[in-house]
């Protein structure tokens, strides 16, 4: 099989990304335009401002991508887009766009799931390095800013598929870190302020209690089936919003809200705050607090994913999406896998955030098995991954 050069383009949320990947093993360019200076006045994701600015950069960022790539258009063998999860809005810019380059170039068009993306992220940076020898079964934890979702991949030939064995019951293990830095007043995205702020605090001063998964039978009450799934076998769901709700009145108890308003205002104040700012405003139980947020989602994160992967005798681990960027996270599952003997592969930073280089990554088995997208396919924002 001669390579295939595949051009991928992401806009399902924040940030607008075109890559080409040669034969899903190595990348050639990779080139994201962030929209966080957009939504960060607003501590979270604009929809409308989203597809506002994914239209402003998306033809400069493809031309980028093919330009750092030394490619053209027609050089290309395939277009890869994703399909969904995300915003709607979002998603139709970069779908758009795809299909008006495979119809005026005459070449093929392929849909991507973003979670298959996030997985085949992964894949990409091992074959990258050379590791093409993948034990089956994989559990891939895919924990970004709208997923915390656990999945059994297999591959049969060139195709591949997922199951779900878990997923967030509320909120998304990104959205909580969003959701509390907010709450503190340190701003947007609250993943990697808090990821650098915590090794400043405590991370034993605050308990938060564990997550409780209830489920209620259509009577209202506890079924106890709730950690099964229909064939009896247990699922491992996750739940953040219980940790949010034990921050507000932690925030509330200890009257911190004048401290959280000062703050607001004062990194408001500062373009771009670096590292100093965020500490020069934070007192010591502020950081405390943070430090001990972030123990309590990364034990609860590997405590459940480690729990799934020896339920399912799994032979390899991927850690992968957003959160997948957190050091301390990062560490606890490397840990956890030493001790299991099970291998845990990650991407790069880089890689665990939104990029277009997975998208065309996972694009390839695609292109292999003719997988082809027709030309009226739309955008879906709640996109399931099998
Ligand atoms: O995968 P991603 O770029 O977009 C989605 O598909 O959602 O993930 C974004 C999420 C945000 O919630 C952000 O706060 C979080 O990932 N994030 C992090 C870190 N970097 C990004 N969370 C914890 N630690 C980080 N270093
Ligand atoms: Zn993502």
Known sequence: MPDAYILGIESSCDETAAAVVRSGEQLISNVVASQIATHQPYGGVVPELASREHLRAIVPVVRQALAEAKHTYDSVDAIAVTQGPGLAGALLVGISYAKALAFALDKPLIAV????????????????????????????????????????????????????????????????????????????????????????????????PPAQIKHRDRRGRHDGKELLHDDGRPRFDFSYSGIKTAMLRYIEANQMHPAIEARRKALAAVTNPKLEDYCANCDQLTLDLVASFQRALVDDLVGRTMAAAKAHDVATLFVTGGVAANQELRQAFERAGGSQGLPVYFPSRPLSTDNAAMIAAAAYPKFLSKDFAPMDFSAEAGMLLR
């Open 113 to 208: 799931n973003h979670l298959e993306g996030h997985i085949h992220a992964v894949l990409l940076e091992e074959r990258q390095k050379g590791n093409r020898d993948l034990q089956f079964p994989v559990l891939a934890l895919v924990v970004s800013g709208g997923h915390t979702h656990l999945y059994l991949a297999s591959q049969s030939g060139d195709s591949w598929s997922y199951e779900n064995i878990g997923h967030t019951r509320d909120d998304a293990a990104g959205e909580a870190f969003d959701k509390v830095a907010k709450l503190l007043g340190l701003g947007y995205p609250g993943g990697p302020i808090i990821d650098r702020l915590s090794p400043f605090g405590d991370p034993k001063a605050v308990k938060f």
